[in-house]
């Protein structure tokens, strides 16, 4: 896999080696145990998969080389590239202006941009809406574009199936950047509506075997839904696409029971069911399956607490939040300040992004197990820092260069 010229303040040679050496034993990645840092009276337990993906590393590349090679140029971001506040900070500390927020609110009207400004698209991609708007003033969104090729790689295959008929089902958070671009580049070819969960979905399926009238569906679903949407007849032959950071097991869960639903309604034989319902697995993310799986792998290992690092607003973090809180008591924290102290930590409620201060959430008992893993848009230098703060406070812990002394010499743990 091709390698990112990214900047060495977001890498941490411990964690770097650690993944090296999984990747030596385990090339085929079919183990999910987790990666033990014995300190003594504290140990960390690192997910086989966590941190930067490919397509965060291709967007840090894209735009910290954007900004070395436009001096002097007013230099905008659509909105924040990845859900990362330290990245996205550094990103401002050097110039760089944010267009609009997470959610679409504009901050700077486009109506200010001029041909000589230069915009970088995000990660998550951008609508086709914004992207003519852009163009039409003169500014070349090919030059800096951060998509990710996972995310275009939803688009494309929205488009091949939108060229053989079939409607699209875009399952993802529907304020959400790369939501609203995935629906507006599949919509452009086809119907196309949006599903939050598998209550939404099982709500849309009431329409489908017509159990609802179907004028109630542009009430419920207001918002959702294509230009021209046909209730009546757009969800007669479908496929389901994703939002890529959002848990792969719900978007096949949802997929599976929209293709059950029309399979049941239309008395379709296995044989036929491709007539109506398209089969779009492939466009799965690679680095959220990866990261969701060394999570449930990390799961079957005993422990006290789970600690899951990342920023808030972070689709793919929050879910790798709700995997862990389904099994242990889990804390969700963006960077080593919020751990306050040894009986102190500021905790972000993953539904409601609200943060608290959460007392004795370390056990009283020797030694002290603790899981973690990190977003895909979270440094691996910030993973490492959270570690170093952790056993700050265990005095009787080993040295550090004691615990890591394996992963440093190169050697296997």
Not at 59 to 78: D, H, S, V
Not at 169 to 176: E, L, N, Q, R, S
Not at 242 to 264: G, H, M, P, R
Not at 273 to 287: G, H, Q, S
Request: charge should be negative; hydrophobic fraction near 35%; proline fraction near 4%.
């Amino acid at each position: 896999m091709k390698q990112f010229n990214v900047p060495n303040i977001y890498r941490s040679n411990l964690i770097s080696a650690i993944k090296d050496s999984r990747k030596q034993q385990d090339k085929l990645k079919k183990d999910f145990t987790p990666t033990l840092l014995d300190f003594g009276t504290v140990q960390i337990y690192l997910a086989r998969h966590f941190g930067f993906c490919y397509g965060v590393e291709n967007a840090i590349e894209i735009a910290f080389k954007t900004i070395e090679e436009n001096p002097g140029k007013r230099i905008f971001l659509l909105s924040e590239m990845i859900h990362n506040p330290q990245v996205n900070a550094d990103l401002l500390a050097k110039g760089v202006q944010f267009l609009q927020d997470t959610y679409g609110k504009q901050i700077i009207p486009f109506e200010d941009l001029t041909s000589e400004d230069v915009v970088i698209v995000p990660a998550f991609g951008t609508t086709l809406e914004i992207e003519k708007l852009l163009n039409d003033k003169g500014i070349q969104t090919e030059k800096y574009n951060t998509t990710c090729p996972f995310v275009e790689k939803v688009w494309n295959r929205s488009e091949q199936i939108a060229q053989k008929g079939y409607s699209i089902v875009v399952h993802g958070k529907p304020k959400h950047e790369e939501t609203r671009a995935t629906f507006s580049h599949a919509s452009s070819h086809t119907p196309t509506v949006i599903v939050n969960d598998m209550q939404e979905a099982i709500e849309l399926a009431k329409y489908i075997t017509k159990e609802k009238p179907a004028e109630d569906f542009y009430t419920e679903f207001k918002g959702r839904f294509s230009a021209g949407f046909d209730i009546a007849k757009d969800m007669e032959r479908i496929g389901v696409v994703n939002q890529t950071t959002q848990l792969a097991s719900d978007t096949q869960a949802i997929a599976e029971y929209l293709k059950n639903v029309i399979a049941t309604y239309h008395n379709l034989q296995d044989k036929t069911i491709a007539e109506r319902f398209a089969d779009t697995r492939d466009t799965l993310c690679y680095a959220t399956n990866d990261n969701q799986t060394a999570v449930t792998g990390m799961l079957n290992t005993p422990a006290d607490i789970a600690i899951v690092v990342g920023g808030y607003n972070s689709s793919n973090t929050s879910h790798l939040v709700e995997l862990c809180e389904q099994k242990l008591q889990t804390y969700f924290i963006s960077s080593a300040d919020k751990l306050i102290s040894k009986n102190e930590i500021s905790h972000c409620d993953w539904r409601t992004k609200e943060e608290r201060t959460i007392h004795d959430y370390l056990p009283a008992k020797n030694p002290v197990k603790i899981l973690m893993t990190s977003g895909a848009s979270c440094p691996d230098a910030v993973v490492e820092n959270v570690i170093k703060k952790l056993i700050s406070f265990f005095p009787e812990s080993k040295r550090w260069e004691e615990a890591t002394a394996a992963f440093s010499d190169g050697r296997e743990s």
